[in-house]
């Protein structure tokens, strides 16, 4: 279960980075000022930026194990210079969620936006965001099964149909 939960973020996290790393053009689109701070707000109701909140730690873990690599007594000296990176670059997200909410505003209007955030603040909106990763995690776990019985099935048909044209199986 936590290797599908593990790979869905990984894939929502691969999928929003796509996104940001989409066209100069598109990305540079102006976003009306309303627009964006609606956008903002909804991001900040969603915590839909949340996703984003181990890319620092991780992008400075990933430099310290490719250091540790190379010379694995670096160790200690790297776990300093980790820590202090952490802190000094945690700051820089906001331009992640700069980025995320001009996707947002860009791509829909500030009316659609309004109606978006009025949903995710309303008992409803708040219960989707509070059983969504469940729906989602069983949902996930489901389609895997599932598959796995299509894939046996669909193995035995064509080990049928391959008998059939003289293939021994």
């Not at 310290?64 to 670096?74: D, F, I, M, R, T």
């Not at 469940?134 to 193995?155: C, G, P, T, Y």
Request: charged share 20%; glycine share 2%; net charge positive.
């Amino acid at each position: 279960m936590n290797c599908i939960r593990a790979t869905f973020r990984a894939a929502r996290l691969a999928t929003v980075v796509l996104a940001i790393s989409a066209p100069a053009a598109f990305a540079q689109q102006k976003a009306p000022p309303g627009a964006l701070a609606e956008a903002k707000q909804l991001i900040a109701v969603t915590s839909a930026t949340s996703l984003f909140n181990p890319l620092v730690a991780g992008v400075i873990e990933q430099a310290k194990v490719l250091y540790l690599q190379q010379n694995p007594q670096l160790a200690n000296d790297l776990n300093e210079i980790a820590a202090k990176m952490r802190t000094e670059l945690q700051p820089r997200l906001h331009e992640v969620n700069d980025e995320v909410a001009t996707l947002y505003a860009t791509s829909f209007t500030e009316n659609e936006l309004k109606d978006m955030v009025a949903f995710y603040k309303s008992p409803a909106g708040q219960k989707m965001l509070k059983v969504q990763p469940d729906v989602i995690d069983r949902s996930m776990k489901f389609a895997q099964n599932w598959a796995n019985k299509l894939s046996d099935e669909v193995v035995a048909k064509m080990r049928v149909e391959l008998k059939k044209k003289g293939h021994a199986m």
